[in-house]
């Protein structure tokens, strides 16, 4: 029996080492770029570390079949079985250290890891020969054999296990049945926490190719083709030629005229944006919802500009991370934020605000690995970051610290910041299971209770929060923002596939808005993209426009009114004149109210957008 637990556990050990040795040898074949970015040693030191858990993760996977091939063994104690292992792990190391070896050449040229496209690239590797410079393609093969050789060798000599006759087969079978699988488990989804490990786990620097070494080749390029598998070079959502797809949703973007209202006092206001988890519109009793909910919101907007009628186009954290802080909106059967390869070429707030000498920061209760965001905060340059690791004494609930507590650790830390700043706080409270720091005090909504408790808490906590800033010497020239991740199922009852479920609460609030503006409502349709280009006019930096194609100026009365949402399998599109809802899979609308006469027309127009959308994915 203690033979079979020693092979399994001699091959993890070999494969983390395995795992070192690759990230050894990136790091010092892109040791002049390390030195370009001005990496030090005790940074390069660090990223095995970070690589730790992804690297464990990784082996877990890789343990699977030597861990049937042992439990086969077990039973039957056959020598056929050692030489299956021996193939499989040959096989597994020569494919990834062709993966391993292809990455190191391209940090140049691509900035990220391989992922599911380069599986399209091998459909013609003369391609890749012409490519690549000769000399460092020879030396690639060189680099290729000699790691797949030595770790063959390195492997058979010192952690290959050979297993003699064993007594009591079955009694071995039924203990390594029940033991070893809830330890490769473990290992699989990173620990016990709530959220199993991804990508995030290895961010640590803002230096980005000490993220990519420290993330695990194998693991990175499995979730780019879990990803991606529905579309491999194809996309999905090709209604209409590319060319006239194109067309449409330019046509749909255009601009008669500029009448934006200036409604800032200064175009170098401080910036703090707050994104509430999973907010509904039927939280807010000026859209709609009951009064008691979250009365400290209906406070603020008397000195706010309320936008009335945004809607969320996805409709998960990540999601709604991208579309805030990249105006990228969301799409079925992905997130971008999940993929490094991707987010890397979108240009985000915080990037223009840093070249504008913002300082940054972002606080979230929770953990980041959710959805891969703490990988998508890191490539946006906050300047600081805290998560859940960095509450240690803050009480906290099954997903983390509470809002309140967050609320106060940004107040207490932005008031040592310089300034103009930028500071973005997640809030978590509102999302399931909604355990928080307070006994209910709304009983109705039944099963909705608790959500509705919570966003009652949270409400409180944000208006304590501001009653606070307002001490503050910043406070006069602080714009906030106000905004849901995406919406949540209500105590209404809207389906889900009605424009009312993903409607979401947007407020600008502040002393910075000029005061005839203070208390006033916008109706405009738009969505959360809109947020980035309804910002950059008042901050007078429209040059930034065509950087964020997808975001509208809502402050601009003669913008296109429209708003997308996308789910699993299709869109849905919301025009002034109705709205439609339609399943792709199915070739199904679920809801269509849009007017006889225009049907066609609008319905061409939320398919060629979606398509559109999807392609730029694609193409990241």
Same mark, same amino acid.
């Given at each position: 029996m203690l033979k079979y637990l020693i092979s399994l556990v001699k091959q993890l050990l070999f494969w983390l080492l395995y795992f070192a040795i690759i990230r050894i040898v990136y790091l010092i074949f892109n040791l002049?770029?390390?030195?370009?970015?001005? %990496? *030090? +040693?005790?940074? *390069?030191?660090? @990223?095995?570390? +970070? =690589?730790? $858990? &992804?690297?464990? =993760?990784?082996?877990?996977?890789? &343990?699977?079949?030597?861990? %049937?091939?042992?439990?086969?063994? @077990?039973? !039957?104690? $056959?020598?056929?079985?050692?030489?299956?292992?021996?193939? !499989?792990?040959?096989?597994? &190391? %020569?494919? !990834?250290?062709?993966? =391993?070896?292809?990455?190191?050449?391209?940090?140049?040229?691509?900035?990220?890891?391989?992922?599911?496209?380069?599986l399209m690239y091998l459909q013609h590797p003369s391609e890749i020969y012409n490519s690549a410079e000769t000399d460092k393609f020879f030396m690639l093969i060189g680099i290729f054999l000699f790691l797949s050789i030595g770790s063959i060798i390195i492997y058979n000599k010192f952690f290959y296990t050979r297993i003699d006759q064993q007594p009591k087969r079955l009694l071995?079978?039924?203990?390594?049945?029940?033991?070893?699988?809830?330890?490769? %488990?473990?290992?699989?989804?990173?620990?016990?926490?709530e959220i199993p490990i991804n990508q995030s786990q290895s961010y640590f620097s803002k230096k980005n190719i000490l993220n990519l070494a420290a993330v695990n080749s194998g693991f990175n390029l499995y979730i780019s083709i879990i990803e991606n598998y529905k579309n491999f070079g194809k996309n999905p959502f090709a209604y209409l030629p590319q060319k006239e797809a194109e067309k449409i949703v330019n046509r749909i973007f255009e601009v008669e005229k500029d009448t934006t209202l200036s409604i800032l006092k200064t175009q170098n206001p401080n910036i703090v944006l707050i994104m509430l988890e999973s907010w509904s519109a039927t939280l807010i009793e000026s859209l709609g919802g009951k009064p008691d909910i979250?009365?400290? +919101?209906?406070?603020?907007?008397?000195?706010?500009?309320l936008f009335t009628n945004i809607y969320s186009p996805g409709s998960r954290s990540e999601q709604g991370m991208s579309s805030i802080l990249a105006g990228f909106p969301s799409h079925p059967i992905s997130s971008i934020t999940v993929q490094p390869d991707k987010f890397v070429n979108l240009r985000c707030l915080t990037h223009v605000l840093k070249e504008r000498d913002y300082a940054s920061s972002f606080y979230f209760g929770g953990q980041l690995i959710y959805g891969n965001i703490k990988s998508f905060i890191i490539h946006n340059g906050?300047?600081?970051?805290?998560?859940?690791?960095?509450?240690?004494?803050?009480?906290?609930? $099954?997903?983390?610290?509470?809002?309140e507590f967050v609320f106060n650790r940004q107040l207490s830390e932005i008031n040592q910041e310089k300034q103009p700043f930028f500071s973005m706080i997640f809030t978590s409270s509102t999302h399931s299971p909604f355990d928080m720091p307070m006994e209910r005090?709304?009983?109705w909504g039944d099963e909705l209770n608790m959500y509705i408790n919570s966003a009652y808490y949270t409400d409180q906590s944000l208006g304590n929060y501001i009653k606070e800033a307002q001490k503050k010497d910043w406070f006069e020239n602080t714009l906030f923002i106000i905004v849901a991740d995406h919406?949540?199922? @209500?105590y209404t009852r809207d389906p889900y596939h009605s424009k009312e479920y993903h409607q979401i609460p947007l407020l600008f609030y502040g002393n910075v808005i000029k005061d005839e503006y203070k208390g006033m409502q916008i109706n405009k349709l738009g969505s959360q993209t809109d947020i980035i280009g309804t910002l950059f006019s008042p901050l007078g930096i429209e040059s930034e426009n065509e950087n964020f194609p997808w975001s509208r100026n809502l402050l601009n009365p003669y913008s296109p009114e429209f708003a997308y949402i996308a789910f699993?399998?299709?869109?849905?599109w919301l025009r002034p004149s109705g709205e439609f809802f339609y399943e792709h899979r199915l070739d199904y609308f679920y809801n269509n109210t849009i007017p006889i006469l225009y049907q066609d027309s609008v319905v061409r127009e939320g398919k060629a957008f979606l398509q559109v959308v999807f392609q730029r994915y694609m193409e990241y």
């Amino acid at each position: 029996m203690l033979k079979y637990l020693i092979s399994l556990v001699k091959q993890l050990l070999f494969w983390l080492l395995y795992f070192a040795i690759i990230r050894i040898v990136y790091l010092i074949f892109n040791l002049n770029t390390l030195q370009n970015e001005g %990496v *030090s +040693f005790l940074e *390069s030191i660090l @990223s095995f570390w +970070f =690589a730790f $858990k &992804l690297d464990l =993760a990784t082996s877990s996977y890789l &343990l699977i079949f030597p861990f %049937v091939i042992v439990l086969m063994q @077990s039973v !039957y104690n $056959k020598n056929c079985f050692e030489f299956i292992n021996k193939i !499989y792990t040959g096989l597994v &190391l %020569v494919l !990834y250290t062709l993966l =391993a070896t292809a990455e190191l050449g391209i940090y140049e040229e691509w900035k990220t890891k391989l992922h599911y496209k380069a599986l399209m690239y091998l459909q013609h590797p003369s391609e890749i020969y012409n490519s690549a410079e000769t000399d460092k393609f020879f030396m690639l093969i060189g680099i290729f054999l000699f790691l797949s050789i030595g770790s063959i060798i390195i492997y058979n000599k010192f952690f290959y296990t050979r297993i003699d006759q064993q007594p009591k087969r079955l009694l071995n079978f039924l203990t390594l049945l029940i033991l070893v699988p809830a330890f490769l %488990v473990l290992g699989m989804r990173g620990g016990i926490q709530e959220i199993p490990i991804n990508q995030s786990q290895s961010y640590f620097s803002k230096k980005n190719i000490l993220n990519l070494a420290a993330v695990n080749s194998g693991f990175n390029l499995y979730i780019s083709i879990i990803e991606n598998y529905k579309n491999f070079g194809k996309n999905p959502f090709a209604y209409l030629p590319q060319k006239e797809a194109e067309k449409i949703v330019n046509r749909i973007f255009e601009v008669e005229k500029d009448t934006t209202l200036s409604i800032l006092k200064t175009q170098n206001p401080n910036i703090v944006l707050i994104m509430l988890e999973s907010w509904s519109a039927t939280l807010i009793e000026s859209l709609g919802g009951k009064p008691d909910i979250t009365p400290q +919101f209906h406070e603020l907007e008397e000195n706010g500009i309320l936008f009335t009628n945004i809607y969320s186009p996805g409709s998960r954290s990540e999601q709604g991370m991208s579309s805030i802080l990249a105006g990228f909106p969301s799409h079925p059967i992905s997130s971008i934020t999940v993929q490094p390869d991707k987010f890397v070429n979108l240009r985000c707030l915080t990037h223009v605000l840093k070249e504008r000498d913002y300082a940054s920061s972002f606080y979230f209760g929770g953990q980041l690995i959710y959805g891969n965001i703490k990988s998508f905060i890191i490539h946006n340059g906050f300047d600081r970051i805290r998560d859940i690791y960095d509450f240690p004494d803050e009480p906290k609930g $099954k997903l983390g610290v509470h809002d309140e507590f967050v609320f106060n650790r940004q107040l207490s830390e932005i008031n040592q910041e310089k300034q103009p700043f930028f500071s973005m706080i997640f809030t978590s409270s509102t999302h399931s299971p909604f355990d928080m720091p307070m006994e209910r005090k709304l009983f109705w909504g039944d099963e909705l209770n608790m959500y509705i408790n919570s966003a009652y808490y949270t409400d409180q906590s944000l208006g304590n929060y501001i009653k606070e800033a307002q001490k503050k010497d910043w406070f006069e020239n602080t714009l906030f923002i106000i905004v849901a991740d995406h919406s949540h199922h @209500s105590y209404t009852r809207d389906p889900y596939h009605s424009k009312e479920y993903h409607q979401i609460p947007l407020l600008f609030y502040g002393n910075v808005i000029k005061d005839e503006y203070k208390g006033m409502q916008i109706n405009k349709l738009g969505s959360q993209t809109d947020i980035i280009g309804t910002l950059f006019s008042p901050l007078g930096i429209e040059s930034e426009n065509e950087n964020f194609p997808w975001s509208r100026n809502l402050l601009n009365p003669y913008s296109p009114e429209f708003a997308y949402i996308a789910f699993e399998e299709g869109i849905g599109w919301l025009r002034p004149s109705g709205e439609f809802f339609y399943e792709h899979r199915l070739d199904y609308f679920y809801n269509n109210t849009i007017p006889i006469l225009y049907q066609d027309s609008v319905v061409r127009e939320g398919k060629a957008f979606l398509q559109v959308v999807f392609q730029r994915y694609m193409e990241y």
